[in-house]
């Protein structure tokens, strides 16, 4: 399967809890993004890198929220101390910095908060 | 801040009818995309529209970019059931300020 692939697919937690998502993109790609989306809404930008480095955070990205991406291939995304309004589907998509070339989804990870 | 608007929100028509999804954005964008969501998945890509006046289609749907309107529109000819899904357009300042920002959605059901 060469698409980007998420795991796990889905959690639930209690709250207080932390919790680690992984992002696997397309091998070639160098951007990769993270995206929350919750029931009824779009998906929201939390942050993006180009290859290692981080290179925007969104508002929505509390201090309890942190991304890595540490050799340019796959991505974490921890949470902290969960809240119940973490609540939400988490998706990462890939693409490469290029003009003609779309950004493509995983599968998303879905978080519960208990 | 770069705003997407999507409209309608939601859009209920019959089989065989043909309706206009519209999405606005508030600033220059290098590029626009239309992607379709079935409920509990992810996100399937559907076009992307490059420059002014671009159009693609595939099948009933057909898209369409004008940059200086700041406007996108996905048309949907003789809809059938099985495109019901949400429909999200979403924008790209690549260059510039390098996320994608999504509209919250067009959700679109076609009766029988």
């Known amino acids: 399967d060469t698409g980007v692939s998420q795991n796990p697919r889905h959690k639930i937690t209690k709250r207080g809890q932390n919790v680690t998502f992984r992002c696997d993109p397309i091998s070639e790609h160098n951007r990769l993004y993270w995206y929350r989306q919750t029931l009824g809404q779009g998906p929201e930008f939390l942050t993006y890198f180009q290859n290692e480095a981080q290179l925007e955070k969104s508002r929505l990205l509390s201090d309890r929220f942190s991304a890595e991406r540490p050799k340019g291939s796959f991505s974490t995304l921890e949470i902290q101390r969960t809240e119940q309004g973490d609540s939400a589907m988490y998706l990462c998509?890939?693409?490469?910095?290029?003009?003609?070339?779309?950004?493509?989804f995983g599968q998303g990870t879905r978080l519960t908060v208990v | 801040e770069l705003k997407v608007e999507q409209n309608p929100l939601f859009l209920s028509m019959q089989e065989g009818k043909n309706y206009t999804i519209y999405c606005n954005y508030s600033?220059?964008?290098?590029?626009l995309y239309w992607y379709r969501q079935d409920p509990g998945k992810s996100l399937e890509s559907l076009f992307v529209l490059l420059s002014n006046g671009a159009v693609k289609q595939e099948g009933r749907l057909m898209a369409s970019l004008d940059t200086k309107a700041r406007l996108s529109t996905l048309h949907i000819t003789a809809a059938v059931h099985d495109l019901s899904a949400t429909y999200f357009c979403a924008v790209d300042m690549s260059g510039r300020d390098d996320k994608i920002i999504f509209g919250k959605g067009t959700r679109l059901h076609i009766l029988p």
């Open positions: 998509a890939s693409s490469l910095s290029s003009v003609r070339v779309r950004a493509f």
């Open positions: 600033t220059t964008s290098d590029r």
